[in-house]
T-cell receptor, first 114, second 112 residues
């Protein structure tokens, strides 16, 4: 079946603008995760959704970052008033409730803030 | 913040040789996983080892875990040029399939 998909693949924006990144998890996967990967910080956890539970937002770096998961499926990561240090690859992953430990990653969105 | 360190940061070997990568972590874990990444994009899950396991095999991959030393190693035997990629260890401290904490990664280059 289809894997995790993310859009857009690449996004170039100007400092101060808002951006929305989308993630479509694997159908039937109840958990969804956002990570980001940058040269300076490596791979960092951002936020985690599990079913109807309150999301784990402990990795969000500032209040400019937020994420939603609508209908238990698609998720949108929003970055407001982007800064140059937000430039990174944003990776989404999902996992099945039965084999929840294995996460399946999407191809990522490469964000460049000018 | 990163859970731990991986070494070496970069490894270059000839096809057919074995590649060993090491990972150390800081806190108690439920399981440790290894992922592969090509060209800085999506990660592919390779293998998972639980905290009560010491060794696991999958094809040409062998993973060990030493919880007393908080360390793990990934061995790729009989390497191929197609194994060229970055390899990351990731730890899961929960038993609920929660967030992963990644190491810095090892960049493996296998020369034909």
């Amino acid at each position: 079946g289809a894997g995790v998909s993310q859009s857009p693949s690449n996004k170039v924006t100007e400092k101060g603008k808002d951006v929305e990144l989308r993630c479509d998890p694997i159908s039937g996967h109840t958990a969804l995760y956002w990570y980001r990967q940058s040269l300076g910080q490596g791979l960092e956890f951002l936020i985690y959704f599990q079913g109807n539970s309150a999301p784990d937002k402990s990795g969000l770096p500032s209040d400019r970052f937020s994420a939603e998961r609508t209908g238990g499926s698609v998720s949108t990561l929003t970055i407001q008033r982007t800064q140059q240090e937000d430039s990174a690859v944003y990776l989404c992953a999902s996992s099945h409730f039965q084999w929840k430990e294995t996460q399946y990653f999407g191809p990522g969105t490469r964000l460049l803030v000018l | 913040s990163q859970q731990g360190e991986e070494d070496p940061q970069a490894l270059s070997i000839q096809e057919g040789e074995n590649a060993t990568m090491n990972c150390s972590y800081k806190t108690s874990i439920n399981n440790l996983q290894w992922y592969r990444q090509n060209s800085g994009r999506g990660l592919v899950h390779l293998i998972l080892i639980r905290s009560n396991e010491r060794e696991k095999h999958s094809g040409r991959l062998r993973v060990t875990l030493d919880t007393s030393k908080k360390s793990s190693s990934l061995l790729i035997t009989a390497s191929r040029a197609a194994d060229t990629a970055s390899y990351f260890c990731a730890t899961d401290a929960s038993n609920q399939g929660g967030k992963l904490i990644f190491g810095q990664g090892t960049e493996l280059s296998v020369k034909p």
